[in-house]
């Protein structure tokens, strides 16, 4: 991607959830509800704190994040639809579980 973001900013890529019900009723894209999970893609270099030192972010690339329904501002880079957000809109990591 030839895109990086600045400060805060973090870049996600929406996770696609199943078209289809528990009961096999598929569900159009009309009407479907907006995944709030998706995959960092890009992270910018951190905020600055008050005394101008940068804060490095707490999300890297490649993590699955959770993040709020209305959070960021939706863009389309080299056909990918993403989403560019602060990333205080991110409520946290999903991690994956320890077998």
């Known amino acids: 991607m030839a895109f990086r973001p600045l400060g805060d900013r973090v870049v996600v890529r929406r996770v696609k959830e199943d078209q289809k019900t528990a ?3 598929i569900i159009p894209d009309t009407v ?8 960092v893609i890009a992270v910018g270099p951190g905020a600055l704190d008050d005394n101008g030192k940068r804060v490095p972010p707490e999300v890297k690339a490649g993590e699955i994040v959770l ?3 209305w959070s ?3 863009v389309k880079i080299d056909g990918d ?6 990333e205080s809109d991110i409520m946290g990591i999903v991690e994956k579980k320890k077998k």
Do not use: A, D, S, V
């Open 23 to 25: 009961g096999g009723i």
């Open 81 to 86: 639809e993403l989403l560019i957000m602060k």
């Open 72 to 74: 960021g501002t939706e």
């Open 32 to 39: 479907q509800e907006k995944p709030q999970e998706g995959e």
């Open 67 to 69: 993040f709020g329904k």
